[in-house]
């Protein structure tokens, strides 16, 4: 923590490190998907649509948080 970081945002740069880690494991995980072929399948197929529409709008809603915490 920062010295003069509070520790409720000390919490949250924890908190956002965090999603963004599970943000790039998800991203991990649909390249490996893609590369190993199995994202050919429909329920994989959509499966990834998901993830990756979720990864889209979590790294917007991370950007608008921080400009809106500075």
């Given at each position: 923590?920062?010295?003069?970081?509070?520790p409720h945002?000390?919490?949250?740069?924890?908190?956002?490190?965090?999603?963004?880690?599970l943000l790039d494991a998800h991203h991990d995980v649909t390249q490996l998907a893609t590369d190993s072929g199995i994202a050919e399948?429909?329920?994989?197929a959509a499966h990834l649509e998901y993830v990756r529409g979720l990864?889209?709008?979590?790294r917007e809603d991370l950007a608008l948080a921080a400009v809106t915490a500075a």
């Open positions: 923590m920062e010295p003069d970081q509070s945002g000390a919490a949250l740069e924890v908190l956002i490190c965090v999603v963004y880690e399948d429909p329920s994989w990864q889209r709008v979590a």
